[in-house]
């Protein structure tokens, strides 16, 4: 941070991900963001949970997104969960829900074929695999293709290895056969560079 404000052009605006525990930075806005499926309500402290603090500690946030929620939310759900989080700072809460696009074919794909027209003429399930926080909603969101498929989550961070990297890639075992695979789109770039010999 000391290095970015002591730039000859410093930068107006330092936006930082997973910064709301880093005390030494002294925010100007400070946004804490709640999963709808993961309450605060419901999680306890490290290791017993995956609070990296009390849960009190969202008083300290200028304003609260509860993201991944249902599209159609109720006023009277978001009213509930504003009135759980018991905020003593009256700070504003906003509610988002994901839409995900239909997956683009990155490589191995019959070109200008979407998605659900690649599952239409191969009819063989897919694999989808997740990396992220919560994976849940991108699993559900891929119901609506009708298509079987089955999952392969990895935790957040997980330190990849080259038997990971082969069963993105979509070729394992020891047939080699490539089946097709579905990642979300923060992981997408890391899976399609991935070149296996």
């Known amino acids: 941070m000391e290095a970015l404000l002591n730039q000859s052009s410093p930068p107006d605006v330092v936006l930082l991900d997973d910064a709301f525990q880093h005390r030494y930075v002294k925010p100007g806005l400070s946004i804490m963001v709640m999963d709808y499926h993961r309450p605060l309500w419901k999680d306890t402290c490290l290791p017993a949970g995956n609070l990296r603090e ?79 926080g919560n994976p849940i909603p991108f699993f559900e969101s891929l119901e609506r293709f009708h298509v079987p498929f089955k999952t392969r989550t990895f935790k957040d961070h997980h330190a990849y290895t080259s038997d990971d990297l082969e069963l993105m890639a979509g070729c394992n075992g020891p047939s080699r056969k490539c089946e097709p695979r579905l990642l979300p789109q923060k992981r997408m770039l890391f899976g399609c560079e991935t070149r296996l010999e």
Not at 68 to 80: D, F, I, Q, W
Request: with cysteine; hydrophobic share 40%; glycine share 6%.
């Open 54 to 132: 009390s849960a009190s500690g969202i008083n300290r946030a200028d304003l609260i997104i509860i993201n991944k929620c249902p599209p159609h939310l109720k006023r009277e759900t978001a009213h509930e969960l504003s009135r759980r989080l018991r905020l003593k700072n009256k700070q504003p809460v906003f509610f988002t829900s994901i839409e995900y696009d239909d997956p683009v074919a990155l490589a191995n794909g019959p070109s200008g074929l979407s998605f659900t027209q690649i599952l239409q003429q191969t009819k063989s399930p897919f694999i989808a695999i997740a990396g992220i």
